[in-house]
């Protein structure tokens, strides 16, 4: 777990969110000058709250700890929302970057994240713990978990949708989602 930040509330002390900081890679890179190569590390994280909010960076140093710290600091810097639908997503989505391409739908309670590497890392630290996902371009890690995050920003709230749409909530849904809701504990 990654250190708290504090977020303040009126009239009370400042609450600590835990932040969940998870390394999806490290990787020895070079980059070739006159005397030779010189070697450096870059370093890919995810950080997240668990409860809709998550952050990725990348981060490069000479050393292991340097290119991590920077890497945290940048993934901290870039949190943004993800909508959810209880602990799914709303509706699917597909996302490529580079030459990766992942594919991101919804799952009934009890599925779990179906989801391997740096896909699982970006969605677990979201706290989204129901969906279904395929990797359909690059096995790139660094690419994947991009395409993941990115995909995670597409996603719509449903109740903005129905009111842009000028449509009831009920007419924009997905039919799953109304027995998946009044299932919710």
């Known amino acids: 777990m990654g250190k708290g930040q504090q977020k303040g509330r009126r009239g009370g002390a400042p609450e600590v969110i835990e932040l969940d900081t998870r390394i999806v ?54 949190m943004r929302k993800v909508e959810m639908l209880g602990t799914t997503i709303p509706h699917q989505v597909i996302y490529k970057f580079g030459s990766a391409k992942v594919m991101l739908k919804p799952a009934s309670p009890g599925t779990g994240v179906i989801a391997g590497g740096g896909v ?53 849904q997905p039919f799953w989602v109304r027995n998946y809701v009044a299932d919710e504990p």
Request: no cysteine.
């Open 25 to 78: 890679d490290v990787a020895r890179v070079a980059k070739v000058i006159q005397g030779g190569r010189r070697f450096a590390f870059r370093a890919l994280i995810v950080v997240g709250d668990r409860r809709g909010h998550v952050g990725l960076g990348t981060g490069k140093a000479r050393t292991v700890q340097d290119a991590i710290r920077k890497a945290t600091e940048r993934a901290r810097a870039s």
């Open 120 to 172: 699982r890392a970006v969605l677990e630290a979201a706290g989204i713990r129901d969906v279904l996902t395929k990797s359909l371009g690059s096995q790139n890690s660094m690419n994947n978990t991009y395409a993941t995050f990115y995909g995670l920003m597409q996603l719509k709230n449903i109740e903005a949708e129905a009111a842009a749409r000028g449509k009831r909530v009920e007419d924009v």
